[in-house]
C-alpha cells in the first residue's frame, strides 16, 4: 500500500472539515424581538439581488419552500418591477391592500477571502534520501494555499403592519460554483430556524 495514501485521506478530511465549517449549517448570528410570538400566515418573499434572474429563482424558491408547508407567501416580483429600488416606500406601496402579515428580505452583507494550507501529501523520514528526493518533486506533493470565498447573508423579516424589525439571522456560506446551491441551502436554513422558534408552523 502506498504509504502516502492514508496521509492524503486525512489531509482531505481536515480540508473538507475546515470548509464545511463555513457552509451554510446554523446561524452565525440570530436575534429576535421576544415580544413577538405570532405565527407567519402570509409572507411577502424579497431578495436584494441585483441581477433579476436570481432574484426570481430565489423568491420562486423561497415561495415553493413555504408552500410545501402550507404557508402563503408571495414573491415581491409579482408586486414590485425588478427596475423598482427596494426601499421601505416602496414595500409598503406593494403591500398596500395586499394580505400581507411579514416581508422577509434576503441580502448579502460582505465577501470575504479565507484560505486553507495544505501541506505536502507524502512524508519519508526512515528511508533513504532517493526516495524522498523522488517522492518531493511529485507534482501533487506540494503544499499549496486552497483560497475561497466566504458569503455573508442577512435575512430580516418586518411585521408588515408596525413595519418593526421582528427577526434577523446572519449565516456565512462558501461560495458555490452553483449559485442554486447557495440558495437552497439558504432558505432552508432560513425556514429550518424560524419553525424552530415558532414563527413557521407547517399547517394541515
Known amino acids: 500500500m502506498n504509504p502516502a ?40 418573499i424579497i431578495a436584494a439581488i441585483e441581477r433579476s434572474t436570481r432574484r426570481r429563482v430565489y423568491e420562486d ?15 415581491s416580483y409579482e408586486l414590485m418591477t425588478t427596475s423598482l429600488t427596494i426601499s421601505r416606500e416602496s414595500v409598503e406601496a406593494a403591500i398596500k391592500g395586499q394580505d400581507i402579515d411579514a416581508v422577509l428580505v434576503t441580502r448579502l452583507l460582505g465577501v470575504k477571502e479565507e484560505e486553507v494550507y495544505q501541506p505536502p501529501t507524502y512524508y519519508d523520514h526512515h528511508r533513504g534520501y532517493h526516495r524522498y528526493y523522488t517522492h518531493a518533486l511529485e507534482s501533487d506533493n506540494r503544499a499549496y494555499y486552497r483560497r475561497f470565498k ?5 435575512t430580516n423579516i418586518y411585521d408588515a403592519a408596525t413595519k418593526e ?12 460554483s452553483v449559485p442554486r446551491n447557495l440558495i437552497e441551502d439558504q432558505i432552508a436554513l432560513t425556514i429550518r430556524t424560524l419553525q424552530a422558534r415558532g414563527l413557521i408552523v407547517a399547517k394541515e
Open 5 to 44: 495514501a492514508p496521509i492524503r485521506l486525512i489531509l482531505f478530511v481536515l480540508t473538507a472539515v475546515v470548509l464545511s465549517a463555513c457552509a451554510t449549517k446554523r446561524p452565525a448570528m440570530e436575534w429576535r424581538d421576544e415580544g413577538y410570538s405570532a405565527e407567519l400566515d402570509n409572507i411577502l
Open 61 to 75: 424558491e423561497f415561495v415553493e419552500a413555504l408552500e410545501a408547508l402550507n404557508v402563503e407567501a408571495t414573491p
Open 150 to 154: 466566504v458569503l455573508t447573508l442577512e
Open 165 to 176: 424589525l421582528v427577526w434577523s439571522m446572519q449565516s456565512e456560506s462558501i461560495e458555490p
